[in-house]
């Protein structure tokens, strides 16, 4: 079992006041099924931002510390876990808790960390991959030859969505708010960027396609983006709705979801089963690890900030002025 020297360990918690400030608390033990890793590095995602002003509560027998993809070293083990070790380096999706020096996390959720890389860059892979993955590839079947739209192309989400659709032979298109974002996704491998500040997405894409449409949308914005983007769909094209940015209300003509057999669907990975999460781990570790190893796709970090600074990590992924992952080093 872990030994240390301390039973405390320090901890990023939310205030009354919806502010950061660091605390101890008590390292927690590995439940059945799980490991306790010595964190290095943890990401920060909105739904941080989201529960830290009280939108988002974890999950029932989650942790409330914030923070939901962490990389460390693995410093102890339930009796049952057999297909890792203490000192493994890991990367791992959990439920919260990454705003810490030590957190639990599910065995089946632990990924290798890729060789040559930091703990930085490790930590950034977790939640954005699970989550492309998961919708993109499971939900959405993106095929090679079909057009993908990202919305916030260069965000996290967006970053790895662009590598990820591109490297299975797809056309990527994307929306960002202003020309050095779009050129930044343009280097990236995006076949076209929208400065949606500038230009009518929908103008340009029915442009681009020739009137056809896309195959598939990843849509992190919701509210008034939601039957502009029924113009956009093509012939049996599907919708995927991960986040509402812009509010989660929607006029909806239904005779366009009718006429082109549109699929609408939407999805959040926080609250869904460990089991259904392990499945994605696998299929990670089999399509998409070698990718990383090669260096064929790679993270993309912005910027990152000690533990003790995550309000201005919060502030910093807030002002949208950011391309790619934020993180916190331990």
Known sequence: ???????????????????????????????????????????????????????????????????????????????????????????????????????????????????????????????????????????????????????????????????????????????????EKCQFCMELGADLAINYHQQDFVEEIQHYTQGKGVNVILDMIGGNYFARNLKCMGFDARLLQIALQNGIKADINLLPIMLKRLTITGSTLRSRSTEFKAKIAEKLQKNVWPLLAKQQIKPIIYQSFPLAEAEKAHALMESSQHMGKIILTL
């Open 1 to 179: 079992m872990f030994k240390d020297n301390s039973t405390q360990m320090r901890t990023i918690n939310i205030t009354d006041n919806a502010t950061l400030e660091i605390y101890q608390q008590p390292i927690p033990s590995p439940k059945p099924g799980e490991v306790l890793i010595k964190v290095h590095a943890a990401g920060v995602n909105r739904p941080d931002i989201m529960q830290r002003k009280g939108l988002y509560p974890p999950p029932k027998d989650a942790s409330d510390i914030l923070g939901l993809e962490v990389a460390g070293t693995i410093v102890a083990l339930a009796s049952n876990t057999t297909h890792l070790n203490i000192g493994d380096k890991v990367c791992a999706l959990v439920t919260g808790g990454g705003y810490a020096q030590y957190c639990t996390a599910p065995a089946q959720l632990c990924l290798p960390m890729p060789d040559s890389f930091s703990f930085a860059e490790a930590a950034s892979l977790p939640e954005t991959y699970f989550t492309v993955w998961s919708n993109v590839f499971d939900r959405a079947q993106l095929q090679a030859g079909e057009i993908l739209l990202v919305h916030g192309g260069s965000s996290g989400i967006g970053t790895t969505a662009i590598q990820l659709a591109k490297s299975f032979g797809a056309t990527v298109i994307v929306t960002a708010g202003s020309q």
